[in-house]
């Protein structure tokens, strides 16, 4: 099994935390809080697959370099 590394920066890592928190924090009813969560849920591992992948590839979306190793789709 292949180690599994990955970088992302304590902001990347803390913006959606922060939000969850906020929403429990809130007095607000299930029904919200739930589509929060799911929300914010969806935003930390949209941004993680994103990282993730840019470390696979070795480039930014659009970037053209010498060291890439694929391409997205």
């Known amino acids: 099994m292949r180690p599994y590394n990955l970088h992302i920066s304590k902001k990347e890592y803390n913006n959606p935390w922060r939000e969850i928190k906020r929403y429990l924090d809130d007095d607000w009813d299930n029904d919200n809080l739930c589509q929060a969560m799911k929300e914010t849920l969806k935003q930390l591992l949209q941004s993680t697959m ?11 979306p659009y970037q053209r370099t010498p060291a890439r190793l694929g391409y997205r789709n």
């Open 50 to 60: 994103q990282i993730e992948l840019n470390n696979l590839i070795k480039a930014a």
